[in-house]
C-alpha cells in the first residue's frame, strides 16, 4: 500500500530551527511537495523535490533522498507565523498526490 | 501567478437544499481539478479529480450523484452538494493543476476553502 509518515505535532521556539521529517512508500515517485497550512485555510505550496539533494528558499529548505523514501522540511529562524500544518505529499506513478497527515508545528516565543 | 479563487467561502443552509461551489484558476489554465474534503483536525481527503471536458473521477466511498462535480473550461470546475445533510458539513477545497503556473508542473495551488455548515 501506499503511506505517507510525519510527526503528528512538534514544538520549537521562535528564532530556532526545526527539521519536520516525511517517510514515503508509494508505487512509482513521481517527487514530493510540502505544503503549509494554517488553521482555517487552505494549503499553501512550500517546496518540490524530485532529485535527491537539498532545496533551499529562503528561511525554508526541502531536503529528498529516493533510495531511502525520505524527506525533510527544515525551517530556519522561526517566527510566530510559521505556526502551522505542514502536509507531505508524495506524486506516485500515475501522478496521484498521497497525502501525509500532516505536522502541526507550534512555535513558542 | 497560480491564483485559485473558490465562491462561496461560506455557506449555511437548511438540510435537503444543494449547494453550488465554484473554483477557478485566475491566471492559468487548469488541466486538471481536484476536489478535497477537510474535516476539523483531519487530513485533506481528495474526493475526486477532473478534467477539463470529460467526467470526474471520484475516490471510493464518494457519492457521485451527491457529490456533482463539472469541469467546462480550462478556468472553473464547479462541485454541487445535493440533497445537502449535517453530516456534509464540512471545509472543502478545490486545487488546480496546469501548464501554465508557475513552479513545477505537478503542482497544485489550492482555493481558499469553502466551509458549509447544513442545519
Known amino acids: 500500500g501506499q503511506n505517507i509518515d510525519q510527526p503528528t505535532e512538534m514544538t520549537a521556539t521562535e528564532g530556532a530551527i526545526v527539521q519536520i521529517n516525511c517517510t514515503y512508500q508509494?508505487?512509482?515517485?513521481?517527487?514530493l511537495f510540502w505544503y503549509q497550512q494554517h488553521a482555517g485555510e487552505a494549503p499553501t505550496f512550500l517546496s518540490y523535490n524530485v532529485l535527491d539533494g537539498l532545496e533551499e528558499k529562503g528561511r525554508f529548505s526541502s531536503f529528498l533522498s529516493r533510495s531511502k523514501g525520505y524527506s525533510y522540511l527544515l525551517l530556519k529562524e522561526l517566527q510566530m507565523k510559521d505556526s502551522a500544518s505542514y502536509l507531505c505529499?508524495?506524486?506516485?506513478?500515475?501522478?496521484?498526490?498521497?497525502w501525509g497527515a500532516g505536522t502541526k508545528l507550534i512555535i513558542k516565543p | 501567478g497560480a491564483v485559485v479563487s473558490q465562491h462561496p467561502s461560506r455557506v449555511i443552509c437548511k438540510s435537503g437544499t444543494s449547494v453550488k461551489i465554484e473554483c477557478r484558476s485566475l491566471d492559468f489554465q487548469a488541466t486538471t481539478m481536484f476536489w478535497y474534503r477537510q474535516f476539523p483536525k483531519q487530513s485533506l481527503m481528495l474526493m475526486a479529480t477532473?478534467?477539463?471536458?470529460?467526467?470526474?473521477?471520484?475516490e471510493q466511498g464518494v457519492e457521485k450523484d451527491k457529490f456533482l462535480i463539472n469541469h467546462a473550461s480550462l478556468t472553473l470546475s464547479t462541485l454541487t452538494v445535493t440533497s445537502a445533510h449535517p453530516e456534509d458539513s464540512s471545509f472543502y477545497i478545490c486545487?488546480?493543476?496546469?501548464?501554465?503556473?508557475?513552479?513545477?508542473?505537478?503542482?497544485?495551488?489550492f482555493g481558499p476553502g469553502t466551509r458549509l455548515l447544513v442545519l
Open positions: 486545487s488546480a493543476r496546469g501548464t501554465s503556473a508557475v513552479g513545477p508542473q505537478e503542482t497544485q495551488y
Open positions: 477532473s478534467n477539463e471536458g470529460s467526467k470526474a473521477t471520484y
Open positions: 505529499a508524495a506524486l506516485d506513478s500515475n501522478y496521484q498526490l498521497i
Open positions: 508509494t508505487s512509482g515517485f513521481n517527487g
